[in-house]
C-alpha cells in the first residue's frame, strides 16, 4: 500500500534560517504529491503540489521537487518568518484508478523564532 | 468563490450518543472526502463521495458512515460514540478530474 513518511518533529529555527523538512514515499504507479500546512486551530491549507517526476512545485517561498529516483519530496525554504510557525504534512494521491484518497505523513512542527 | 464550509465547529457529545457533521464542498465541486485527525494516529481517511455515491472507503468501524446528497454537500454520522473518537474532523472537495484537495476548517469532536 501507499505509505509517507516525513521528519519526525519538532523542528525549531530562528526568523531567516534554512529550511528542510524531508519527506519519502511508497507508492505504486505514478502518485501526485503535495505538502499542507496546517496553523494552529485549522484545517489543511494545500501548500504546493507537483504531479510528476521531476516536477518543481512552488508557493511563498516554499519549493519541492519530486524525485522519483529517491521517492522524495523534500520541502524547502531559503528564509522562514516567524509566521511559517505550522505543522507541514507531506500526502500523496495516485492518480487514476479507484484510489481518491490522500495517504499522509505524521506531520512536522515548525516553530520560528524571532 | 467561497471555500469549503463545515458545521459545527465544535461538538461535545457523551459516550453512546451519535453525532452528525456537515460539509459544504466549493461551488461546482462534486467529490467530497473525510478524513480524522488525532494526535496518536494521525490524518486518516474516512471516506469519500462522488455523485452521492460512495467510491472508496477507509478502515473505519461501521459505526461510521456517511452520504452524500444531489447538491454535494455531504454529511458524516457516528453512532455509540466512543472516548477514541474525540478528534477534529476534516472534510475536503475536489474537482473532478483534479487530484488536489480543499479542507475546511473542521469540526472538533470531544467525547465525554
Known amino acids: 500500500g501507499n505509505s509517507v513518511t516525513q521528519m519526525e518533529g519538532p523542528v525549531t529555527l530562528s526568523e531567516e534560517a534554512f529550511l528542510t523538512i524531508n519527506c519519502t514515499y511508497t507508492a505504486t504507479g505514478y502518485p501526485s504529491l503535495f505538502w499542507y500546512v496546517q496553523y494552529p486551530g485549522e484545517g489543511l491549507q494545500l501548500l504546493l503540489k507537483a504531479t510528476k517526476a521531476d516536477d518543481k512545485g512552488s508557493n511563498k517561498g516554499f519549493e519541492a521537487t519530486y524525485r522519483k529516483e529517491t521517492t522524495s519530496f523534500h520541502l524547502e525554504k531559503g528564509s522562514v518568518q516567524v509566521s511559517d510557525s505550522a505543522v507541514y504534512f507531506c500526502a500523496l494521491i495516485n492518480s487514476g484508478g479507484s484510489n481518491y484518497k490522500l495517504t499522509f505523513g505524521k506531520g512536522t512542527l515548525l516553530t520560528v523564532n524571532p | 468563490k467561497a471555500g469549503v464550509t463545515q458545521t459545527p465547529r465544535y461538538l461535545i457529545k457523551t459516550r453512546g450518543q451519535q453525532v452528525t457533521l456537515s460539509c459544504s464542498p466549493i461551488s461546482g465541486h462534486r467529490s467530497v472526502s473525510w478524513y480524522q485527525q488525532t494526535p496518536g494516529q494521525g490524518l486518516q481517511f474516512l471516506f469519500e463521495y462522488f455523485s452521492e455515491t460512495q467510491r472508496n472507503k477507509g478502515n473505519f468501524p461501521g459505526r461510521f458512515s456517511g452520504r452524500q446528497f444531489s447538491n454535494s454537500r455531504s454529511e458524516m454520522n457516528v453512532s455509540t460514540l466512543e472516548l477514541g473518537d474525540s478528534a477534529l474532523y476534516l472534510c475536503?472537495?475536489?474537482?473532478?478530474?483534479?487530484?488536489?484537495?480543499?479542507f475546511g476548517p473542521g469540526t472538533r469532536l470531544t467525547v465525554l
Open positions: 475536503a472537495s475536489s474537482g473532478q478530474g483534479l487530484n488536489e484537495q480543499f
